[in-house]
């Protein structure tokens, strides 16, 4: 049986699955020069933006992700002032981002420009710190940008891709991982969207571990999280410590955070990096 228009799926075929959110109309259509961008205003989740047919952010779950892939980082490292986003084009990253008072810097350096000005439109509450004096917003291949960075130029490089395909393919890549290992000052963190450890852990996740450990990082976790407009609803981040094991640097900030999430916490710092036994076991 399938489903009639008035939904919208996104099927995963090699591993017989989909995700279908019932939709009231389509807000949005455009080919931009890398990649086609659609909206849709959802019956229970808010508006919708899908690039190339993956579902990217919907304002009811988005808070989980934009959460969990910059608050772990941000607190396990001791004096984050210059943080690098490569992707992010939604800019939801760099507003959780900017909430750190510490923060001096935060650069989102998206490919295509059209992400950002689409999410203004239909995302306005995650595009609400693109104004802060603190961020930088520019557009440009982030594998570029990371190969010519200053070496020890960030603190924390935050990877806030699309999938591993088309012009995100080279932001899973060693070359890319050394420059970005280069870039990092000492202490330095790496956070990156690595897919779900029900359908990735062998094609991604593993892969991740090693090639960050050839290109050089001390130390390498996953973390874990629900996200269910993503294919199986669990989603995950891996972070990396360029040259020393990672910890909890600022715990005792993030127990009495001076800012209000809706997903991380403390507790949630320490329980997102226990490792499942079958992840365990890939990971060797
Ligand atoms: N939360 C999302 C997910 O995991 O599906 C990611 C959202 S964010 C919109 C992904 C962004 O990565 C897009 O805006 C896309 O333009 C950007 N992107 C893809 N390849 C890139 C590259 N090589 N350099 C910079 N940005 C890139």
Redesign the pocket.
């Known amino acids: 049986m399938s489903l009639d228009e008035s939904w919208f799926s996104e099927p995963v075929p090699e591993h017989g699955t989909a995700f279908s959110l019932k939709i009231r109309h389509k807000l949005h259509e455009e080919r931009s020069a ?2 086609k961008i659609e909206v849709y205003e959802t019956e229970t989740f808010g508006n919708l ?1 899908v ?1 190339d047919g ?4 919907s304002t009811r779950d ?1 808070f989980i ?2 959460e969990m ?1 910059s608050h772990p980082a941000l607190f396990s490292h001791p004096h984050p002032r210059n943080v690098l986003i ?5 800019c ?2 760099l507003r959780e981002v900017l909430r750190h008072a510490c923060v001096e810097t935060a650069t989102q ?4 420009e059209r ?2 000005r689409v ?1 203004e439109r239909y995302f306005p509450e995650l595009c609400e710190s693109n104004g802060d004096p603190r961020a930088q917003l520019h557009w ?4 570029k ?1 990371v190969k010519e960075a200053a070496p020890g130029s960030c603190d924390v490089i935050i990877v ?4 591993p395909v ?3 393919e ?2 899973f890549s060693l070359p890319f991982f050394k420059d970005a290992f280069r870039a990092l000052a000492p202490g330095g963190l790496l956070v990156q ?1 690595s ?1 779900s450890p029900l359908l990735h852990t062998k094609k991604i996740i593993r892969p991740l571990h090693d090639t960050w450990k050839e290109a050089g990082f001390a130390d390498v976790r996953t973390l874990h999280f629900p996200q269910c407009i ?1 294919p199986t609803g669990w ?1 995950t981040a891996t972070l990396a410590c360029k040259d020393a094991p990672i910890r909890f640097a600022r715990e005792r900030e993030a127990e009495n955070k001076p800012f209000e999430t809706q997903y991380y916490n403390a507790d949630i710092h320490r329980a997102c990096q226990a490792t499942p036994e079958f992840l365990r076991r890939a990971l060797g």
């Open positions: 890398f990649q933006m690039i993956c579902t990217m952010v988005n992700y934009h892939v490569i992707g992010g084009g939604d939801g990253t350096v998206d490919i295509d992400v950002t999410s440009q291949d982030g594998i940008w806030d891709s699309t999938d088309g012009p995100a080279g932001l969207q897919e993503y989603w």
